[in-house]
């Protein structure tokens, strides 16, 4: 980020494009800043916090704050005027002065220095490059922009998603005892770590039992929990067809766990487990 040189001494020929230098800078960074989300705050506009639209009849908007064309400008509460035919609501910077930056100059004249930004919403006929907002269809926000713009969050993290380890596979977790994928009643047992730190675990199985021992498979000491994770998926018997919940223990050894049954009025005796898709941060 750019800075104005100020530690050195003998007199300091500060003049107005000093200023400019300065202002430009804080603008710049900022620019910079919402450019890791892929956005360009000179071509974009958003609102940063509150400016929320009530009201039925009479519409007030909030107090907030709102980017316009890369300049952060506050928004003080205030009521949207009544628009006549052909006019549209639309965000617009309002300019007043602050008494205490007026100046009187080497010239004599007397110019107020100090001047107060802020956007509100007004109504009438837009210039060409306006920012646009009704009730309906609100200014988009800072949060909409970074959610349509997710692929540049990747920057932050790994460029290439990890592929999903298939459970009894070369070189990975074997199944515990008999067990097997189910592959008629779901997609193949395996899991993945992504770029967020978070463990996905899928995939349906028969050949399982049910206890405190009764594992399906163990995870790699990489995608262990800290603490044991409790999950209820559905069971479901293959020669009866009756259905049942049990309960999922992941334990930080790694060992997935059928726990018990929830319902043990409901007999499963060849049961199929389906993990749908678990989820969990490590």
């Not at 750019?2 to 050195?8: A, E, F, H, I, Y």
């Not at 300049?71 to 509460?77: G, K, W």
């Not at 009643?185 to 399982?208: Q, T």
């Not at 050894?253 to 490590?282: C, H, K, Q, W």
Request: charged share 15%; aromatic share 10%; glycine share 8%.
């Amino acid at each position: 980020m750019n800075k104005l040189q100020t530690t050195s001494n003998g007199g300091f020929p500060i003049l107005l494009d000093d200023l400019r230098w300065t202002d430009d800078a804080y603008r710049e960074a900022f620019a910079g800043a919402m450019a890791s989300y892929g956005i360009d705050t000179y071509a974009a506009s958003f609102i940063l916090a509150g400016c929320v639209i009530t009201g039925s009849t009479t519409h007030t908007c909030a107090s907030g704050w709102i980017c316009l064309k890369g300049e952060i400008l506050r928004v003080d509460a205030h009521v949207l005027p009544a628009l006549v035919a052909g006019q549209i609501y639309y965000w617009a910077v309002v300019e007043t002065n602050d008494p205490a930056g007026s100046k009187i100059f080497r010239n004599n004249s007397t110019i107020d220095t100090y001047k107060v930004r802020r956007a509100k919403i007004i109504g009438g006929t837009a210039p060409s490059d306006y920012l646009g907002t009704d009730i309906t269809s609100p200014t988009p926000r800072l949060s909409d922009k970074i959610f349509n713009n997710l692929d540049a969050l990747r920057k932050f993290a790994r460029i290439t998603q990890e592929a999903w380890h298939a459970v009894g596979s070369s070189g990975e977790p074997a199944f515990a005892g008999s067990i097997v994928n189910a592959s008629t009643y779901g997609p193949a047992c395996s899991f993945f770590k992504d770029e967020f730190n978070n463990v996905h675990i899928r995939g349906a199985a028969s050949g399982i039992s049910f206890g405190p021992t009764a594992s399906i498979w163990t995870l790699p000491s990489a995608y262990r929990p800290t603490n044991i994770l409790m999950f209820f998926v559905p069971v479901f018997d293959s020669v009866t067809t009756n259905w049942n919940t049990v309960l999922i223990n992941i334990l930080p050894t790694g060992a997935i766990i059928t726990y018990r049954l929830m319902d043990a009025s409901v007999a499963i005796t060849t049961p199929v487990v389906n993990l749908g898709e678990i989820v969990f941060s490590l």
